[in-house]
């Protein structure tokens, strides 16, 4: 957990978001984080969203598709320099690595999930609804 929203490691990250459809919930994307004893730091604009809920899509549907979209856009920011991006964006992590942290341990990726009703209240333009209610 990181502020109340949830996140994975990089090696689990893919297991979670394919296994969201078989239970019932749709992915809405995420983040990529370095998560520090004394701070975090978001690369807010390294994203993997999906596209939203169609508004005569069933739910399972968008489920399924909102997962392999959102694998599809994790494999491109995966395929990036994530330490790089993050030591040149934020002294804060160019500080912790001259210190010899090792900040691919730091690296966490955020993901959020939808229920059926969660994902109907994305269409109305917050594809983040009850962020407190992450998964």
Known sequence: MSGGESGWRR?????????????????L?????????????????LDY???????????????????GETIAAFQRVLAMGLVHEGVTS????QR?????VLLEDCLLFIVYFATAEEAGE?????????????R
Not at 96 to 100: K, L, N, R, T, V
Not at 122 to 134: E, I, L, M, S, V
């Open 11 to 27: 090696g689990d990250v893919l297991e979670a978001v394919r296994s969201a459809p078989s239970v019932g919930l749709a992915v």
């Open 29 to 45: 994307g995420g983040q990529v984080q370095f998560l520090l004893p004394d701070g975090t730091c978001e690369l807010y604009w």
């Open 49 to 67: 969203d999906p596209s939203g809920r169609h508004r005569t899509e069933p739910f399972p549907t968008y489920a399924k598709r909102s997962c």
């Open 90 to 93: 934020f002294k804060h992590l």
């Open 96 to 100: 912790a690595e001259a210190q010899g």
């Open 122 to 134: 994305a269409n109305t333009g917050d594809r983040r609804p009850n962020q407190g209610r992450t």
